[in-house]
């Protein structure tokens, strides 16, 4: 399964030019806020991504939405986009004022608040139903200054490390903190020729796995204020032990890597430890089930300061503001995450809930996976290591751009090449941002 690739933000600029169904009918009231007026229209329109566990688009299309269209009575259409033409038809939407109702993506799009209704009163009805929601999805999807939710967290995707217990426990070292990390894969790879997998190009996996370990060394993009904070003697250590992992233990390959190279690299079995969601595991399981038997999934590694990683994804839905049925589409949102015990199991643990309760028992579905129960029960506590980018504050538009520009990986890249001092590379990586905040805050 290929992982998807980050998303484009607009700028300001181009901004202004699935237990089963009848459980799930039985459980399920109509939401309070939601009016009993008719319809607009008799269609609600969704758009999202093709996942990556085609069984969690089956039962979404053909079990949740079905049922859930008769039972309301109106017909459900779901277009499935391929994760790189999201954002351009997210961008004609806004564009036209004219599309989808409920718009599916893989980040929050902190960029197009000003084009999407706020959603608290979804938000709210769901706490009240299955608890609060996740902090990461709050500080992903809530403005502080505007006081809003610009989108709805259905699930999240968490990121943990896969590791060849069989390498590290030959060479004595697990793989709990950056510098055992460090420590181990130089070994490995003299005595068995493979690789560490940390990605250090412009893509996903190296935006969210370099983000864990800039947070485990106390350093960040921005502070909880929102004031750019990465010119730090903390950014210039994580720099330099990274930096030390690629010249001892790494291959050139990771500065062009796409957001499936890393997956491929662990099935293949060249490699001793990547950061992934645990697609790369179900793929491995499925492709080459010799590697995924010695194959062992644990929390980020521990630095000087903290545990952390950011999370893989953030499934998040918006409601623009032109939509022709926004009743309906927060009446869907509310029934989605009703459904998270469903979309958990058919997107084989791909799916997180974002809000807990909607998910019965699920330490105990994780531990009696039938392929890797052990390696899947460290899962249970992922929501304590995991955080979203812009941590410790707030996801905003800026922050959004500033992954999307892939600052953070080409900053810890110049370093690791050698193209520039780790203090100058930081420096650079300093104005982008200060820019990028500019912009925003205008």
Not at 77 to 96: C, G, I, K
Not at 384 to 409: D, M
Request: glycine residues 6%.
């Amino acid at each position: 399964m290929s992982r998807p690739a980050p998303s484009h933000t607009p700028t300001r600029r181009h901004l202004l030019a699935t237990a089963g169904a009848a459980a799930l009918a039985a459980g399920l009231g109509p939401t309070v806020f939601v009016p009993r007026a008719r319809a607009r229209s008799q269609t609600l329109k969704i758009c999202q991504w093709t996942h990556v566990v085609p069984a969690f688009d089956e039962w979404f299309d053909q079990k949740l939405v079905r049922e859930w269209g008769e039972r309301h009575g109106v017909k459900v259409d779901v277009e499935h986009l391929p994760v790189s033409d999201l954002q351009a038809r997210a961008a004609v939407e806004v564009s036209a004022r004219n599309g989808h109702d409920l718009f599916g993506f893989l980040a929050p799009p902190a960029g197009y608040e000003e084009h999407a209704l706020p959603l608290n009163d979804v938000v709210a009805d769901c706490e009240q139903r299955f608890g609060k929601l996740v902090p990461l999805a709050h500080k992903a999807t809530y403005n502080p200054r505007t006081k809003k939710y610009f989108a709805f967290a259905d699930n999240w995707v968490p990121n943990p490390l896969h590791y060849r217990t069989d390498w590290w426990g030959d060479v004595g070292v697990k793989p709990d903190s950056w510098e055992a990390i460090r420590d181990g894969a130089r070994k490995i790879k003299e005595k068995h020729g493979a690789y560490a997998g940390f990605g250090l190009a412009p893509e996903l996996d190296s935006n969210m796995s370099l983000r864990g370990l800039l947070w485990s060394y106390g350093a960040s993009e921005q502070d909880e204020t929102g004031r750019v904070a990465i010119n730090s003697r903390a950014t210039v250590e994580a720099v330099k032990l990274m930096t030390a992992i690629f010249k001892e233990s790494m291959t050139p390959e990771v500065f062009r890597w796409d957001p499936s190279s890393n997956n491929r690299f662990y099935v293949y079995g060249r490699g001793s430890i990547i950061q992934n969601a645990i697609s790369a595991l179900r793929t491995t399981e499925q492709q080459n089930p010799d590697v995924a038997r010695k194959t062992g999934l644990a929390p980020p590694a521990a630095g000087p300061v903290a545990r952390l990683a950011s999370q893989h994804l953030l499934h998040a839905y918006v409601v623009w503001r032109f939509a022709a049925n926004p009743d309906l589409a927060k009446r869907f949102l509310v029934d989605l995450v009703a459904a998270s015990d469903d979309a958990f199991r058919t997107s084989l643990f791909y799916n997180f809930p974002a809000y807990p309760r909607a998910v019965a028992d699920l330490r105990a579905k994780l531990a009696a996976d039938k392929q890797s129960p052990h390696a899947y029960s460290m899962l249970a506590e992922a929501e304590r290591w995991s955080a979203c980018p812009g941590y410790p504050g707030h996801l905003t538009a800026a922050i959004e751009e500033v992954v999307n520009s892939s600052i953070v990986p080409h900053m810890f890249a110049r370093a690791a090449r050698g193209e520039q001092t780790p203090e100058t590379s930081v420096r650079q990586a300093e104005a982008e941002m200060k820019r990028i905040f500019a912009r925003w805050a205008r």
